[in-house]
């Protein structure tokens, strides 16, 4: 990270005033590497890939001090993809986080933009999905419960408390911004974490609600826009899981479940279908079991690996996923790391016309089964 600190105290400019010091940090990941998967689309590929661990980014941190243990704070997050230099996100400008706020020691972070909600930040460190030791490519199935922050929540207001010896919690709220249709592309989350002698307990929830009768959002101007994952009247996603640390070596167990309501689609960037996959208007449900390890073999080398099982109800269909994952990657740096990663996806489709996707593959395999392997650079500033 290169911090940049602006020192703005200007005695005698404006009589009886002061301004507190200010701070800007900028930070960013780069993140290339070769894929080789053996079925996209009915072919084998070798191809450039962006983020198989985390898509590229850089950003903007800000802070001023206004006593009192009191802060003004806020981030700008810009998405890319380094491959080719376009933006992500939809084309955003800050299409990863754009949020202000205030942040006491005493009393917590309040913040506005948009942003994670509380899925993403008390469940996501403990999948590898969410984590330096996986990432993208070992995201759920559809990335169906956020984990990996396939999408952010526009419109929201975010509280996140201080540490209570080891108790952590937050919640989320996002308006739809739709005059006489309050309840129209909203959404709202909260969770919870609780750490003590290698232990982490944390559990979350999310709903977002829309109104729709195709998979289009009907109001552009709500909670989700361009992100979407699915087009579904309602969503319900929540989970529990477990983290324990000793020495070097840390495992976790994590549970979600997501809830359609008349559900429509999934969107073409996570089903792995140009157009999308099309629902019935019926119900899904997804759960997800994820049991991972990681390993600090003696710096700088670091192993992981993950098992997920995902079974699911899909237009009246029973379909079931397992993803097998691993990672090792070798530190040439405090902030540049070589690494090789696997991916085996295997789908018992019960009759659907599903081809196995590994999240942040373009294309879904025409059979039950999908492999990648990356070797890949990830530096960090």
């Given at each position: 990270m290169k911090k940049m600190t602006v020192g703005l105290a200007m005695a005698g400019l404006f009589a009886g005033h002061a301004y507190a010091q200010s701070s800007i940090t900028l930070y960013g990941i780069i993140d290339e590497g070769i894929t080789y998967t053996n079925n996209q689309a009915g072919h084998s590929t070798w191809q450039q890939t962006d983020g198989a661990i985390n898509t590229s980014r850089w950003g903007l941190r800000g802070s001023e001090d206004l006593g009192d243990g009191l802060k003004a704070i806020f981030t700008l997050e810009n998405g890319f993809n380094a491959s080719n230099g376009t933006l992500r996100q939809g084309g955003r400008e800050f299409?990863?986080?754009?949020?202000?706020?205030?942040?006491?020691s005493r009393y917590g972070t309040l913040t506005l933009?948009?942003?994670?909600?509380?899925?993403?930040?008390?469940?996501?460190?403990?999948?590898?999905?969410?984590?330096?030791?996986?990432?993208?490519?070992?995201?759920?199935?559809?990335?169906?419960?956020?984990?990996?922050?396939?999408?952010?929540?526009?419109?929201s207001v975010k509280y996140q408390s201080p540490d209570f010896r080891g108790l952590h919690f937050g919640a989320l709220y996002s308006f739809s911004n739709?005059?006489?249709?309050?309840?129209?592309?909203?959404?709202?989350?909260?969770?919870?974490?609780?750490?003590?002698?290698?232990?982490?307990?944390?559990?979350?929830?999310?709903?977002?609600?829309q109104n729709l009768t195709s998979a289009v959002i009907s109001n552009a101007n709500g909670a989700l826009n361009g992100d979407a994952t699915f087009f579904a009247d309602r969503q319900r996603t929540w989970g529990a899981g477990v983290k324990y640390s000793f020495g070097p070596f840390t495992t976790d167990?994590?549970?979600?479940?997501?809830?359609?309501?008349?559900?429509?689609?999934?969107?073409?960037?996570?089903?792995?279908?140009?157009?999308?996959?099309?629902?019935?208007?019926?119900?899904?449900?997804?759960?997800?079991?994820?049991?991972?390890?990681?390993?600090?073999?003696?710096s700088p080398w670091t192993v992981a690996a993950g098992?997920?099982?995902?079974?699911?109800?899909?237009?009246?269909?029973?379909?079931?996923?397992?993803?097998?994952?691993?990672?090792?990657?070798?530190?040439?740096?405090?902030?540049?790391?070589?690494?090789?990663?696997a991916e085996y996806q295997h789908?018992?489709?019960?009759?659907?016309?599903?081809?196995?996707i590994i999240s942040g593959l373009p294309a879904a395999s025409t059979t039950p089964n999908q492999v990648a392997v990356t070797l890949g650079l990830r530096h960090t500033f």
């Amino acid at each position: 990270m290169k911090k940049m600190t602006v020192g703005l105290a200007m005695a005698g400019l404006f009589a009886g005033h002061a301004y507190a010091q200010s701070s800007i940090t900028l930070y960013g990941i780069i993140d290339e590497g070769i894929t080789y998967t053996n079925n996209q689309a009915g072919h084998s590929t070798w191809q450039q890939t962006d983020g198989a661990i985390n898509t590229s980014r850089w950003g903007l941190r800000g802070s001023e001090d206004l006593g009192d243990g009191l802060k003004a704070i806020f981030t700008l997050e810009n998405g890319f993809n380094a491959s080719n230099g376009t933006l992500r996100q939809g084309g955003r400008e800050f299409g990863r986080q754009a949020f202000v706020g205030l942040g006491s020691s005493r009393y917590g972070t309040l913040t506005l933009g948009r942003q994670y909600d509380s899925v993403v930040d008390y469940l996501g460190p403990l999948a590898l999905t969410g984590t330096q030791y996986g990432g993208t490519f070992f995201a759920h199935p559809f990335d169906n419960d956020n984990l990996d922050n396939d999408f952010r929540v526009n419109n929201s207001v975010k509280y996140q408390s201080p540490d209570f010896r080891g108790l952590h919690f937050g919640a989320l709220y996002s308006f739809s911004n739709a005059a006489g249709d309050f309840a129209n592309n909203r959404a709202y989350s909260f969770g919870a974490s609780y750490a003590f002698s290698g232990l982490t307990f944390s559990a979350a929830y999310l709903q977002i609600n829309q109104n729709l009768t195709s998979a289009v959002i009907s109001n552009a101007n709500g909670a989700l826009n361009g992100d979407a994952t699915f087009f579904a009247d309602r969503q319900r996603t929540w989970g529990a899981g477990v983290k324990y640390s000793f020495g070097p070596f840390t495992t976790d167990f994590v549970f979600t479940q997501t809830l359609l309501d008349n559900a429509f689609g999934i969107s073409a960037g996570e089903s792995g279908v140009a157009n999308g996959l099309a629902l019935n208007g019926g119900s899904v449900r997804f759960n997800n079991y994820e049991v991972n390890g990681r390993y600090t073999l003696g710096s700088p080398w670091t192993v992981a690996a993950g098992y997920v099982h995902t079974d699911g109800s899909v237009d009246a269909a029973h379909p079931h996923w397992d993803q097998i994952n691993i990672q090792t990657a070798y530190l040439l740096s405090v902030r540049t790391q070589v690494y090789v990663q696997a991916e085996y996806q295997h789908v018992a489709q019960d009759g659907l016309a599903l081809g196995a996707i590994i999240s942040g593959l373009p294309a879904a395999s025409t059979t039950p089964n999908q492999v990648a392997v990356t070797l890949g650079l990830r530096h960090t500033f």
